[in-house]
């Protein structure tokens, strides 16, 4: 039967998923194309709260570059919307399914193509599980920085495409500068390479960055070339407590203006560190109003931990605690790396922050969530990726209750509204997805939003690309 | 009077450059507006050979951001071509006039408005020459790592426009990886804020990078945020001589793989090491096949030459010489320095390519260009980044025989197919201009092309960007 294209639009109805499943069945084996509604289900939200999904019409697992133009061909010929998926940690909504649309996810292209040690690259398909590119380098001596917290799980792809940070970026930078050269399939299925496999190459418009970053809005990526780092020593790490968090960030403005360069400098918050305690029992004081932890992977990290340590202790730091060893080191790290999960033991649900301010800011950003916790009575903690001004600070409220719901809602919207204040961004690298469309205006201003749409239409002019994110 | 619109296209007349010059003067100072030809010329030029440039209609030298977007607004109305200049070092025609066009310099726009040590930011205008932002953020302990060969004169518009390396990339990456944020006055004169003033932050597509390396042709950079680095140690020097280009090639291989991480890492061929020689008696051995140097700037600079040294004698190295300190450090590196000059004291003019291979394969691109250099009987010296795999092939030649220039083309465009062919680049860290536009098509294949142009279109409508580069 031949529809019309009203009807192909309206896409919840039994014909129009009829006729794409027939469609998608042509260049795809049976089972990659899942249609059972008790499977699609799963596949309709990443991590985020607060962000409406709606239900997909079908989820494609292409295993090949080719299977994915067919499904980029098909839902440009059947106007389709598609969203492009990874392991669903994303914390932004930017994958969670449109009603009617295909999710696509990548998780079955996981294969590492090539690791090599002289060029200091990797290939891989989107599927790859950071974690697993991780280990497979390291087994080269060499090293892939971006390291989310989601890294046993998050998926190469997914980093790509919401440029994904981590621990590490205070010394080693974000996904973004990692990425030399992608294959992208394009929303009409043509196939297109950007970039390099060399160290350097300014050969036209720099699309690879472009791709990243972009939330599966511009095109799928279906291969990627990383660039990689020799190995770095283990770090060894340095535990400081404050009286105030206005004393911690004093520390970490003298920390970065005097020249060091840990490879991790994290801060947790009373709240967080209180939470900690409270789930670990790790004995950390509670009198504590704020946590550093500093560390250094260098050729004499216990030097530069003494060095940071006098630093800490000029700007008020109340006991200083440098690691022995790499196994205490670990042990100081799980204070931080539990923080997230204690603070959703507070009350069952969190909602996690993302807001990026000047490092000379951060003290002030700090004061200002305490003030917005305090007039809307709830318990906020703050993480942060101190050295990087990139802070987390993390709602705790009861889902059940509806006015806590709205306050914790408001509070969000203060706290994005207070980075911007600071010269701040909105999002430091969670991405804007569904949650933060609305403050990516205000971020971008008028002009900005105008060309970024411009943009989009010159490679997505029918809107199908994980359409109602990021605008 | 009244013009039509193609009266005001066909910009070659007296009529058409008395309404510009009009328009143009009411919103800029009479001394921000040159138009006497034998000043207009001088502004005609980069730095390039074998590039065709035009006369400028007028040359203006905006003072601040809404002179420039008075000159933006003025272009677009009367539909004349804009081509924007820094300090016209470039080395591929991307700064060349096209007739009848507005030259908009922006060497007036040279103020460097803030310097954050602890942000390690810098906020420049664009005319700001790269080495006295160098030293001037060298007062605060901080390091801005871009430093192309043109650094005492070459501004960080230009910088940006172009996506400039240099010496330090091999640790320390390109420009691209040092802007943060732009302002940008686009085509019809509307000024768009791009990226952020934080350490991390993914709020929308990064059109940060799109303009970088984007040769002036989406919108003018009229300020910029660069991030800086804390100043490292003074780097220590070492010097190897091999027997042949492939030994050396093969030392460079073992050192990355090895994971080095050099300063610097910098090859001469035979020809460079011979030119040098005859130019500046630096005594370096005429039997030397090849000359490499590697630099280290970390806390224990002589342990590591001492280990790359080994690695230089097991790729067979015939003599290797470490610098004791930093003053015969800067000696050694004076052989680099004096590469280009030497080269084209050999026949008068140089043309130097830029072309880019993955380091695995640089022994390759050595050989290949010495097979093109016998086979058009030509002169072509090799120095190259080579720890980036990013070669200088530099052929010199007689412009005054009109035969040897034909070969010089000629092997120019071998030279840019070799790099191809063995999965580089056409350009590392030059730009594309007028010189190599028809090889842009052939590395980014037609969908890439296409996209490209997309992107164009979206910034610059009308086409009044520095047309005729790039594409």
Redesign the interface.
Known sequence: MIMSRSEARHNDGSVVTGTLLDRLLTGLPAEAVLTDPDVTVSYANDMASFCPAGAPAVVVLPRTVEEVQHVMRTASELRVPVVPQGARTGLSGGANASDGCIVLSLTKMDRILEI??????AVVEPGVVNATLSRAVGEH?LYYPPDPSSWEMCTIGGNIG??S?GLC??KY??T??YVLGLDVV?ADG?????G????????????T??F???EGS?GIVVRAILALK??PPQQLVLAAEFASGAAACDAV?RI??G???PSLLELMDRTTVRAVNDLAHMGLPDTTEALLLAAFD???PAADLAAVGALCEAAGATQVVPADDFAESELLLQARRSSLVALEAVKGTTMIDDV?????RLAEMLEGVERIADKHRLTIGVVA?A????THPTVCFDAQDPDECRRARESFDEIMGLGLEL??????????GVL?KEW?AR???P??VE??R??????DPLGILNPGK?F
Chains 1, 2 share one sequence.
């Open positions: 090599n040690p002289v060029d200091r690259i001596g919401t440029a940070g970026c205070v930078g974000v973004a500068e394009l043509r196939l297109m390479s950007t390099r496999r060399t160290a350097k190459g300014v050969a036209g418009y720099d699309l960055r472009l990243v970053g972009s511009l020799p190995q403005c970065m203006a020249g060091h360069v260098t050729a004499d990026c301010v000047p490092r000379s990726h050295g990087d001004g990139n010269g701040g961004t909105i999002t430091g690298e969670h991405g804007v933060k990516l971020e971008l201003g002009v900005g060309m970024q411009a943009v989009k239409a010159a490679f990021l």
